[in-house]
């Protein structure tokens, strides 16, 4: 009998997706495992296919070939509700329910879930705190009223909402000013390290994937180019890897599909 | 009058009120259920958009004759109130719920929430200002298509605005037309009240909760004028379906909308109440609608003309003897109908070609032929209906040899008298009863090759309520040959001239010549036109 915690939290298999007739896939032939407490920063150009792995994964999508495993079960064999209800997601912009407050933003799939509302309201408390939203400001504001690094925090707080082992993120940081994300990603690296959760992180931005990311898996047009560590990274002899890394030097936060292509 | 205005009113805000909010029961699931689904959206909303382009007139024409959705009343009003509202509502349904932010919808399905919930939590509550602005249009619409119902017996406000258009009255047409534009105004404020209320609440700000008291005071009040409206006419709800059902001693008289034909409904239905029978009266019922009803058995008797019985509905070709037309609609109608005619009631309402007194006393004119030879100079204008009859305008300018100096303008019947007065043409077709003659000094034309069919005024009755009614063949027998046309036109005048209310004058005119007084004053109250 496999070790329970030996296996992969998830795992992709060969996965091949083609949008109903495109002609090329999106991705082609990715391969991919995620380890318990392990973050896989995704790194690669616009259109590489990073937002669509993620879709992959909660079931949001399904592979036209290949398989993806959450758990050691295919997306295919899950109850996509019930799938999704025990992954954390956050969006680039959030994606905040503009007509909920940020308590109710917050306790949204706990109360799905059918939590008891005097337990949602303690957990949303102890979750805004922890994103270092004082509750007392916050609760019953409006998206509306928020900063776009405040709004972040609370697309944060709730993927963690209902305790989830696995959070995927999408470019969560990608539209706020460089000060709030280098804010934001100390933070990240905090709750990571305190909660232990596994993430697939996906970012356009290199400093961000090694800064995040146990792992760095660099895509592109669809095919994993690189999956290695950090230091692996910094010394890969891959050229897209290689404009990347020029990033890291060059004043200012210029990503490689902004800069003329090689 | 008030009471009566009030009672319209609050009529027309009921139909609004029920035909918006059916729309809306209809239209927002619908609009739900396509706006995710490309190709049938494209189907629905093309459906829809067709039926809002059919004129409300035609649409009211076409719903008429179907079982379950039309006949006369509220119900055909209904449903074509419910086709026009249905549009906005949809495309506002559809246009809202696709213009939620897309990456909202993705974190809501992207959380585990369900199609269902997704729907009810996130899309429904963002489209639903722009839902609301839907059927805040839906039902502004509805304000004006209702005034239109009137004309299938729907009662509102239109009742007023058609009766003014007809007895060339303005005041009351504005009195019709005014409180209905009032209440478009009304309606459309409280709705944009709402679309705020629901805006502010959706995106959480802070007057909220006052603008949402106010709405609700507001509806309060309306509810109330609607619930007083129908209080105020309690008596005589006009829906109650009589003699089919059993109920004797209860007779549903009819008329089409004109002055002349409203007096001849209260003179019989007067008659009716003198000698003890319940009456319900439905008067002002336009097109052929009194014959449908009757078939129908909504009515069990209204005034008719030989003409129109025997060319336009028994579809001949015109007659010119009295007697022979008279003859053969009366055999026909039992035979084909199991209708009865009633013996004529003494005058006729011909065709009457009509020009200004003071052209026909300076070019000295009494006959058609004589008249011929200046229709090169002259404009004409006809109602619709004689432009396209049998024994209209076709045969009657190949009769004379008539050559007009343009085509001859169609216009309402009601407006020709009018157009005629002030000079807009210069001869028209009316009705030889027609009070107007007199009050705008017209002068009728000579019919000197009888071209004209004569319209025997009768009445026309079910032979069923005929038979469980025995007092309504003895109303019908003491009207008969009771009404030259001279004094016909009286009465046509002391309405459209002196603006006496019919059944007034049917009263004044019947204790004039002696004749029993109506049971009760049911008359002012049910039907005061």
Known sequence: MPDP???PLVELRDVMFRREGAERPVLDGVSLRLARGETIALLGPSGCGKTTLLRLVNGLLLPSAGEVLVEGRATTAWDPITLRRGIGYVLQDAGLFPHFSVARNVGLVPTLLGWAPARVAARVDELLELVGLPPRVFAERRPRELSGGERQRVGVARALAADPPLLLLDEPFGALDPLTRLALQREFLRLQTALGKSALFVTHDAREALLVGTRVVLLDEGRVLLDATPAEFLAADVPLARAFREMLDAPGQVA??????? | MTRELTRLAAEHLLLVVAATAAAAALGVPLGLFVARRRRLQQAVMTLVGALQTVPSLALFGLLLPLPLV??????????AMVVYALLPILRNTVVGVSGVDPSVREAATAMGMTPRQVLLQVELPLAAGVIVAGIRLAAVIG???ATIGAAVGAGGLGTLIFRGLRMNDDRLLLTGAAPAAAMALLIDAWLAGLTRAIDARVLGRPRARALGAALTLSAAAAVALMTWGQLAHAGGAPSARPTTTGDV???????????EQVILGELLAQELEARGVEVVRRFELGGSLCHQALLSGELDVYPEYTGTAFTA??????LTDPAEVYRRVTDE????????????LGFRNDFAILVRGEDARRLHLTTLSQAAAFAPTWQAGFGQDFMSRQDGYPGFARTYGLQFRAPPREMDLSLTYRALAERQVDLIAGDSTNGLIDALDLVALEDDRRYFPPYQAVFVARRRALAEVPALAAALAALGGALPTATMRRLNHEVDGDKRLPADVARAWR???????????AATREMIP
């Open chain 1, 5 to 7: 915690t030996s296996q």
């Open chain 1, 256 to 262: 490689p599909e902004d800069a003329p292509s090689p």
């Open chain 2, 70 to 79: 039309g006949g006369v009343g509220v119900r055909t009003a209904l449903v």
């Open chain 2, 143 to 145: 304000v004006g298509v």
């Open chain 2, 249 to 259: 001693k209860r007779v549903i008289v009819g008329s089409k909308d004109f002055s």
């Open chain 2, 313 to 318: 509905l028994l579809h001949h070709p015109p």
């Open chain 2, 333 to 344: 109608y039992r035979a084909s109908f199991d209708l009865e005619v009633s013996a004529p």
């Open chain 2, 511 to 521: 204790a004039s010549r002696g004749a029993l007084p109506a049971g009760r004053d």
